[in-house]
Antibody, heavy 119, light 110 residues
Framework: EVQLVESGGSLVQPGGSVRLSCAAS????????MSWVRQAPGKGLEWVAN????????YYVNSVKGRFTISRDNAENSLSLQMNSLRAEDTALYYC????????????WGQGAQVTVSS | ETWLTQSPGTLSLSPGERATLSCRAS???????LAWYQQKPGQAPRLLIY???RRATGIPDRFSGSGSGTYFTLTISRLEPEDFAVYYC???????????FGGGTKVEIK
């Protein structure tokens, strides 16, 4: 059974930093693209970043470029998102997701990690 | 950047009725990279349709997807009580690599 478990969510002041982690199990982690998708309170879904199987390709939504960094550790079956220079508009539930279809979709989702940026 | 516009914003229907949800793209989208998701309150989204018309594993056949180019639809042939939720379309473009979601359509009980 595929499981994705996020951790690291917190309340942080504007300009601060947070590191999210996602522990993956139930599948061969190193074989798949991984992504972060977020959802602001009461709002829709927004893709944040993705990373290819060996970590050599990383892509970001424009609004987080230069502030967020996605990474993975295939030996530990884990995905991370380092979030710096946080803004109020980054407040959201952050989901770890995986594309197993090969069609650039989000087939499995974690339960999410809440990041709140507020003074 | 490719924008996705979903309509209507809210669809009020009764169980047993047919639901047709629309997703319009600001530029042509490859059918291979158009997907639909369902999200219920307090839950993560669930993949329903990928490749515009392929049902994901375990998705009932009352859900179907169609379309090409800039216009796609998700049809629920006969609404079951558990189908009342928010639905999102999503696309992927290769150059530059980006993913966008539509704003969502809420299907509510009339």
């Amino acid at each position: 059974e595929v499981q994705l478990v996020e951790s690291g969510g917190s309340l942080v002041q504007p300009g601060g930093s947070v590191r999210l982690s996602c522990a993956a199990s139930g599948f061969t982690f190193r074989n798949y693209w991984m992504s972060w998708v977020r959802q602001a309170p009461g709002k829709g879904l927004e893709w944040v970043a993705n990373i290819n199987q060996d970590g050599s390709e990383k892509y970001y939504v424009n609004s987080v470029k230069g502030r967020f960094t996605i990474s993975r550790d295939n030996a530990e079956n884990s995905l991370s998102l380092q979030m710096n220079s946080l803004r109020a508009e980054d407040t959201a539930l952050y989901y770890c997701t995986i594309d197993t279809s090969g069609y650039y979709t989000f087939d499995y989702w974690g339960q999410g990690a809440q990041v709140t940026v507020s003074s | 950047e490719t924008w996705l516009t979903q309509s209507p914003g809210t669809l009020s229907l009764s169980p047993g009725e047919r639901a047709t949800l629309s997703c319009r793209a600001s530029q042509s989208v490859s059918s291979s990279f158009l997907a639909w998701y369902q999200q219920k309150p307090g839950q993560a989204p669930r993949l329903l349709i990928y490749g515009a018309s392929r049902r994901a594993t375990g998705i009932p056949d009352r859900f179907s997807g169609s379309g090409s180019g800039t216009y796609f639809t998700l049809t629920i042939s006969r609404l079951e009580p558990e189908d009342f939720a928010v639905y999102y379309c999503q696309q992927y473009t290769t150059s530059p690599p980006e993913v966008t979601f539509g704003g969502g359509t809420k299907v509510e009980i009339k």
